[in-house]
Nanobody, 123 residues
Framework: QVTLVESGGGLVQAGDSLRLSCVAS????????MGWFRQAPGKDRVFVGS????????VYSDSEKGRFTISRDNAKNTVYLQMNSLKPEDTAVYVC????????????????WGQGTQVTVSS
């Protein structure tokens, strides 16, 4: 079992930056990749990006590419989501996820989920 805890969300203004963190605990040696998703009110959970745990290779959804950056600190079992030039449409609950086997963009690719952290961007 892997437990994921996100932090770093909050209320910011358009154009601001924010860094989210996700700390993994438990069977972290099982983790192949970590992903970030977001879910706006009344909408489906949407892929933001992911990172392979060992190599650090990243992939992003097209809409966030260039503004968002995912990194990890293996020693701290932590993955980060750096978000720059935030827009009101980035408002959502941001959730991190861990996969034992895949590196994909679908929720079904991931085995463990955090509770999420709220990000609100005002105009």
């Amino acid at each position: 079992q892997v437990t994921l805890v996100e932090s770093g969300g909050g209320l910011v203004q358009a154009g601001d930056s924010l860094r989210l963190s996700c700390v993994a605990s438990g069977r972290t040696f099982d983790i192949y990749a970590m992903g970030w998703f977001r879910q706006a009110p009344g909408k489906d959970r949407v892929f933001v990006g992911s990172i392979r745990w060992n190599s650090g290779t990243t992939v992003y959804s097209d809409s966030e590419k260039g503004r968002f950056t995912i990194s990890r600190d293996n020693a701290k079992n932590t993955v980060y989501l750096q978000m720059n030039s935030l827009k009101p449409e980035d408002t959502a609950v941001y959730v991190c996820a861990a996969s034992r086997t895949d590196y994909g963009s679908h929720t079904s690719d991931y085995d463990y989920w955090g509770q999420g952290t709220q990000v609100t961007v005002s105009s």
